[in-house]
């Protein structure tokens, strides 16, 4: 099995998130390949929100946007506005060789999630894309312990799920 994991990069929570499953699945010799997503031009976050409201998306730095190679594609957006950042959701869309795939998402916002996890599933699921599971992680600081033994175990769920 080989797993992609899709984060914001400059979200300490998201990161937390992304590396805490990535080293569950590794404990059960899964290969996993990390995608850091980043803008390629730094903005001010709400300069991001203005820009993809006008433009549809954000630039982003070369990465990893086939997901034809994966058998599972895991997907984490901090949340802006009750809704995944416009970095992430550029992402999203910009994914090719979706159709069959299993995604699971994942968002870390500070207050309540709102529409998020909706709008990434959405968009996956209109191009053909599978949503295997969904976790929302909600902290105002770095994951404590208790939040990291929730997403270990939705981690070793997943690959219970198989």
Known sequence: MKV???YQANNKT???VAET????FEEHAVKVVMQPVEPAVEMRLYEYLKFFRKNKHIPLKDGIKD?????LIVIGTPVLKFCPTP???????????TKGKQFVLYCTPVGPAGTTIKRLSNVLT???????????????FELN?????IVR???HNLLEKK
Request: aromatic share 6%; charged share 30%; hydrophobic share 40%.
């Open 21 to 24: 499953i990535k080293k569950v």
């Open 67 to 71: 997901v034809k190679e994966f058998d």
């Open 4 to 6: 992609l994991i899709a």
């Open 126 to 140: 209109t191009r053909g894309a599978k949503i295997k599971a969904t976790l929302t992680v909600s902290s105002i």
């Open 145 to 149: 312990e208790k939040k990291l033994s």
């Open 87 to 97: 970095i992430m959701e550029t992402y999203v869309r910009s994914l090719k060789n």
């Open 153 to 155: 175990e939705f981690a």
């Open 14 to 16: 998201n990161q937390q």
